[in-house]
């Protein structure tokens, strides 16, 4: 279940309330593709001027481009396994970084795959 947005109920049928304000401003019923995001950011701010229609990978690209923004170097991920095997949470990591969690979460993985498992060496996993 997605936190941080209203349900209510329409017809005896849960909705997110966003989902709901947009169909009626629209007329018409979503399609699953179809994503609404809030402009401003804050999820409970379902004012009608404030949600837009995006397909999912556009929305999916808007929330990811932040992270995108810079490339990642072979020296940050180093440091980001390293901090991680020093004991740091990957949220720690991840303010250190300045990164999302989602970036930070895929580069300790891609990693973790290309290192093979030796006995000293002791690999976090969670
Ligand atoms: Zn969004």
Do not use: C
């Not at 390293?82 to 990591?93: D, I, K, P, R, Y």
């Not at 989602?102 to 996993?125: A, E, I, M």
């Amino acid at each position: 279940m997605v936190a941080g947005y209203r349900f209510i109920r329409v017809d005896g049928k849960k909705i997110a309330e966003h989902r709901h304000v947009v169909e009626q401003r629209e007329g018409r019923k979503l399609a699953r593709n179809e994503i609404v995001h809030h402009v401003d950011g804050n999820p409970l701010n379902n004012d009608p001027d404030n949600l837009v229609i995006l397909t999912r990978s556009e929305h999916q690209r808007l929330h990811h481009m932040g992270a995108k923004q810079r490339r990642w170097t072979v020296e940050e991920e180093d440091r980001a396994v390293e901090l991680e095997n020093a004991g740091m949470t990957m949220m720690q990591v991840t303010k250190v970084l300045g990164r999302s969690i989602s970036s930070v979460g895929d580069h300790l993985r891609k990693r973790r795959k290309k290192v093979t498992f030796s006995p000293s060496l002791p690999l976090r996993v969670r």
